[in-house]
């Protein structure tokens, strides 16, 4: 069964986006773009809600190919066009860049992309993920902390009805105060 992980940046106040989608206090120093990077790199297939497919699918696909790209952005723009892609949505009629659209059952979807043979699993976007841990499809959640209040917006944790316990399995530091923990969901 592949292992499925909610990772993204956060506010230390638990945020993923400050109020308007603002997503500017999280940019990341080499250390932690490299690690972000490393992880699109080892993922077998990404799970996105459709709000953050169409922040992702703006800018990777071509950020290669922007002048004053990194080399580290060259590499993430590959991978992230390399790997496979699942969309969620309701409302949105196509999709690109090694990308299939679900419109059904998110929850069925999952579930059966778990069951596959294959790599892990990320997931990502806030009602998506959201879906996952009520229903207790997340394996693992990678937590990247940034020392910034943002007061609100959309929060990293979704309202649950049940108590979800936790196994540290990773507390790191980057630069700049950002600090990853990683947790395995017990079971």
């Not at 250390?31 to 490393?38: A, G, K, P, R, T």
């Not at 952005?73 to 969620?88: G, T």
């Not at 059904?104 to 993920?129: F, S, W, Y």
């Not at 996952?132 to 990678?142: F, H, V």
Request: proline share 5%; glycine share 12%; charged share 25%.
């Amino acid at each position: 069964m592949r292992k499925l992980t909610f990772g993204m940046n956060l506010s230390l106040d638990g945020y993923m986006a400050a109020p308007g989608d603002d997503l500017g206090w999280g940019v990341p120093g080499d250390e932690l773009f490299q690690w972000w990077s490393d992880r699109v790199g080892t993922t077998g297939v990404a799970l996105y809600g459709r709000k953050l497919w169409e922040t992702m699918s703006s800018h990777w696909p071509t950020a290669d190919q922007k002048p004053g790209a990194t080399p580290a952005e060259i590499e993430y723009a590959r991978r992230w066009r390399d790997m496979p892609k699942v969309v969620f949505s309701s409302t949105a009629r196509t999709v690109d860049w090694n990308t299939r659209l679900v419109t059904g059952d998110a929850v069925t979807e999952i579930r059966r992309l778990k069951a596959e043979d294959g790599g892990p699993m990320d997931i990502a976007g806030a009602t998506l993920a959201g879906v996952a841990m009520r229903d207790g499809l997340i394996d693992e959640y990678a937590l990247v902390t940034h020392p910034v209040l943002v007061g609100g917006g959309t929060p990293f944790f979704a309202a649950l009805d049940n108590w979800v316990n936790l196994t540290l399995v990773e507390n790191r530091t980057f630069p700049g105060g950002v600090v990853l923990t990683r947790y395995e969901t017990r079971r």
